[in-house]
Every structure is written in C-alpha cells, then in structure tokens.
C-alpha cells in the first residue's frame, strides 16, 4: 500500500497538501487539471523530489532508508525522457536492466518487437509515441509491484492503446500489482480504473472507488426552479442554458425528505469524470 | 567490467559527439597536425615530431574528448534503480574511476612508447607523464553543456599548452627551459588540480540525488 501522510510541498504559488492511501492490487486514476500537482504528486511518490513535510511510505517502507527496496517495486512511465537518449532501447536494457532482480531482457526486447519499435535506434530518434512504448516495456520487464504512469496513453496509436490494455490486465491479473495513473483522458480511467484520485491546486477532492463516485456525484438536467430548491450545500455546480439547467449534486449532503418532492421533477444520472471536472474547475474558478 | 565498459562505451555516440561540439576537439589536433607538417616539410615523418602528434597529443586529445563526454551525474532512470544511496555513490566512484583507468590507458601507453623510442630527457619525460596523470582524473562535473567549472577548463588548457610545447623539447639539453616549465608545473598546474579533486568529490555526493531533490535541498 502507498500511504501519503501530511504531505506538502510548495510548488511555486502553489502549496500540495494531502494525506491518502492507495490500495494494492488496483489500478488508480489520478486526474486534475494542468498544473493541479499531478506530476509533482507522483514524483513525490517515486523519491524523485522530496516533501516539505510528511512523507511517502511504501509497503511500510520509506525513502531515505529503504530506497532499494522501495526502487525494486517500482517502475515510473513519464512523458519526460527517463532513459539514456543517445542509447538505443536494447543498450539502455541492458545498462539498467541488471539492477532488477526480476529484469528479463528476452521478454523486453519482446514487448519491443510487439509493439513495433527498432530497438537498434537511438531512443533520441524515437517519436514521442515510440519513447513511451520503450519506457513502458522497459517498466513491465522490470516486473514492478507498483507501476506509476504519467500521462502515458496521449501519444498512443489506437493499435497499441489496446495492446496497454492488455498487458495492464496481464499485470493486474494476480491481485498483487497496483497502477497509478495520470491522465487528461478520462474515458481510460471509466475503462481501466478501480480508484479514482481527482486534486484540484494541489489539494485532493476526492479519492476513493469509482462506484462510490458514481453513486455519490450526481448529475441533474430539468427546470432550474426545481434544482434551486434542493438543499443548497449538496449543490456543487449548476450550468444554465437556454433549455434547461444542468447541475451537479453531492448526493450525501442531500436531505432525501426534504428534496424528493423536488427531486421527482429532474433527471439524475451519474456524473462521468470529464463532466466532474468540468463542473469542479468551473465552480472553484 | 563488460558493463562498466559498456557504460563507458556509451558516452562516445557520434550524435553527442557532434551535438557536444565535441567535434571541435578533433579539428583542434588536426589543425596541429597540419600546421607542424608546414613547419617541418619533409621533417614531420621524422620520429620526435610524429612521435609527438601521434604517441603524445593525439591520446591527449581523446582523454579530453573523454571526459567532456562522461559527466558524473546520470539521467533521469539512474535515481530510479534500486539502489541504496551508498551503492549509488559506489557505482558514480567506480563509473568515474573506470574512466580515469581508461585515460590513464589511453594516455600513459603510446606516452611510455615514444619516450623508449625517442630517447626523451628524463624532465620532459616526467612532465609528460604528470599531465596525462593530472589529465586523466579531471572528468568534467555536469557535462559540456551545463555549466563548466573554470578551473577545470584552465587544467586542462594549461596541460595542453605545456603539452605542446614539452613535444618540441624532446632533446632540450638547457636546465633553466625545464626549470620554468616545472615552475609552472608546481604552482599552477598541481594546485589547480588539487582544488578540481575537491570539486569532484562535491560532485559525488551531488550526483547521488536526482536534481528536483537538489533544487529543494
């Protein structure tokens, strides 16, 4: 399990602060606007920047005195280059490749030739799409407990979105592996995810399965003078337009008593991600 | 060994080379090159000036190439092996120290070669060997595109220059030349590089850590 305790780290005018738990064996989205602390968040997650205060604990683990542990369960997928440029793949499996106990080098040259990409070319040479498609099978070949993807799939061909698919399933198969991931493409997390993680300027907004979610956001579509009517704090964000009124509704806080007889008047429907976003950006600008 | 050679390998890719402006340092030698085939006509094949460019300031050059190519600090997916940070530090050291035993290959080798064969004086011969030496531990901290170290970049121009000119004193019989050039040895050169050895050390500990930790710390 990553447990993230009292977490904060200034990051420019911006402050994160959080504390949550992500639990194994699940893949969990983490979604939020441009320059809400995503990346930030998960390089805090992988050491590579340190907090403020709090810290990041890994299977009981933590950084400054079980770093190789922690490394040897972790494999990171950026947009930013993490491998060696000059070097084609199969030099940079080999370089990096031995520091991992479980590393195989037959299965990474595999998954390579799987995913159609030379692994004799320089990875400089690559396109963006390709360099992602070498640190994912370079990541999987490490066999990670926990794989972390930032943003990952935007520079993805169709064919090979599948392909993801499906060695994300194949990892997740046994119950022990967990995925954390970053994306702007929230269809992958209503395909893919179990957990969904939403931060907006660094603070979290909601964390927990996406069931939960479902049940708990709302989305209710009819007259605004019904929707005016029900308990005020449930309401997180309303949209108008010539036709009708589009609201998003915190489900706990509404007083079902109270509200039904207003509630009978309106469509509810669960929210998807992208229209959560919408409404919670909208509504915090 | 295969792997550190492998690493080692790594740094010479021709497109960093070219990106590097590396490429510069290779012109610089055959500039000398040509312009002492001017100087000596049909004299250049004789065995100290060819033993000089090719035995003496040719290994030199490729130590310098070397070591503006093989930075101490890694990319990105280094600080993401597992590794504790002492092992980390011990891979850095020993990734370092390979280097500066492959320079010392590159340099001492043809050096010892051409003074057996030319029948060098002793104090050119010393002074010779003390530059690569000095030549060989200085491995630039942050690559050629960061910011260089001064000092380092003055090391290396000093030995180059006294290189150069310890090439044409193969036979030189007078003892105050050798007095100055020892002079310049002493009080610049080895206190220069001594005060580069600190800077390496610094950098060790500084390539432990992936920069964004650097940048908060």
């Known amino acids: 399990m990553i447990e993230i305790k009292d977490l904060k780290k200034k990051l420019g005018a911006m402050e994160l602060n959080m504390s949550l738990e992500i639990p194994e064996g699940y893949i969990c989205g983490l979604i939020g606007r441009n320059g809400s602390g995503k990346t930030s968040l998960l390089n805090l997650i992988t050491g590579l920047t340190s907090p403020d205060e709090g810290k990041v604990v890994i299977d009981g683990l933590e950084y400054g005195k079980d770093d190789k542990a922690i490394y040897a369960r972790i494999a990171l997928v950026s947009e930013d280059g993490l491998l060696d440029g000059y070097c084609t793949a199969k030099e940079n499996g080999l370089i990096y490749g031995r520091y991992y106990t479980g590393f195989n080098m037959t299965s990474f040259l595999c998954l390579l030739n799987k995913y159609r990409v030379n692994p004799n070319i320089a990875i400089d040479k690559l396109s963006r799409g390709e360099k992602l498609k070498v640190q994912f099978a370079f990541a999987i070949s490490t066999r990670p407990k926990y794989l972390i993807l930032d943003e990952p799939t935007a520079n993805f061909d169709p064919e090979f979105k599948k392909a993801f698919h499906e060695e994300i399933n194949k990892l997740m198969s046994d119950g022990k592996h967990t995925v954390i991931f970053a994306t702007h493409i929230t269809s992958e997390i209503d395909r893919l995810g179990d957990y969904l993680l939403f931060i907006h300027e660094g603070k979290k907004v909601f964390m927990g399965d996406l069931e939960s979610f479902r049940d708990k956001y709302k989305l209710a579509v009819g007259e605004e003078f019904y929707i005016d009517r029900l308990t005020k704090k449930a309401l997180l964000s309303k949209e108008v337009n010539n036709y009708s009124t589009r609201a998003m509704f915190d489900m706990d806080l509404i007083n079902k008593d109270l509200d039904e007889r207003y509630m009978n008047h309106l469509e509810f429907s669960p929210v998807t991600i992208e229209d959560f976003m919408y409404f919670y950006t909208k509504e915090a600008e | ?217």
Not at chain 2, 14 to 42: A, E, Q, T
Not at chain 2, 98 to 113: E, K, N, S, T
């Open chain 2, 1 to 217: 060994m295969k792997d550190r050679l492998r690493v080692y390998l790594s740094g010479f890719k021709l497109r960093k080379i070219i990106k590097d402006r590396g490429i510069g340092i290779c012109f610089i030698w055959l500039i000398i090159v040509f312009d002492r085939m001017n100087d000596y006509g049909d004299e250049f094949f004789s065995n100290s000036v060819f033993l000089g460019l090719f035995g003496v300031l040719l290994p030199m050059f490729l130590i310098v190439a070397s070591m503006f190519f093989h930075k101490i600090n890694y990319d990105k997916v280094f600080y993401l092996l597992p590794m504790t940070l002492e092992e980390r530090r011990k891979t850095i050291v020993s990734n370092y120290l390979f280097a500066v035993m492959i320079h010392l290959i590159i340099g001492i080798i043809p050096l010892c070669i051409v003074i057996i064969m030319a029948r060098v004086n002793i104090f050119t011969a010393a002074f010779m060997l003390l530059n690569v030496i000095i030549l060989s531990f200085m491995i630039i901290p942050k690559g050629f595109n960061e910011y260089v170290s001064v000092r380092f970049v003055m090391v290396v121009v000093a030995c180059f220059i006294t290189q150069l000119i310890e090439v044409d004193m193969f036979y030189e019989t007078r003892i105050s030349v050798h007095v100055f050039m020892w002079l310049i040895m002493c009080i610049f050169i080895i206190p220069m590089a001594y005060s580069c050895k600190k800077k390496i050390i610094e950098e060790f500990d500084y390539a432990m850590t992936y920069k964004e930790i650097k940048k908060a710390k």
